[in-house]
């Protein structure tokens, strides 16, 4: 019970601590007008978390971006790191599942 505890409280730290935060000036591309344009992608203003993907992105009037990932986060020993990406972020971020036995 307590090691099941134990884990629990790291998975919520580890949770609630991980995060990365990049932020964009100015992302306008006259070829995707009123969206902002980040690394080969267009993003309407507003916030977005494209489907299939783990992060989530707010493109600002301004075309000014901020874009949030995971952040790194290493699993405990016996574990590995999965993202669900059937979950919004940032619940699709920290999944440590456990490593299977050889």
Request: hydrophobic share 35%; with cysteine.
């Amino acid at each position: 019970m307590v090691k099941c505890l134990f884990l629990f409280v790291l998975f919520a730290v580890a949770y609630l601590s991980s995060a990365a935060v990049f932020n964009y000036e100015n992302t306008a591309n006259k070829d995707y007008p009123n969206q902002c344009y980040i690394e080969g992608k267009a993003y309407p203003i507003g916030t977005s978390t494209p489907k299939g993907e783990c992060f989530k992105i707010t493109c600002s009037s301004d075309f000014s971006a901020v874009k949030q990932t995971c952040g790194a986060v290493g699993p405990p020993a016996g574990f590995h790191n999965e993202f669900d990406t059937t979950k919004p972020y940032p619940e699709c971020c920290v999944n440590f599942v456990p490593n299977k036995s050889l």
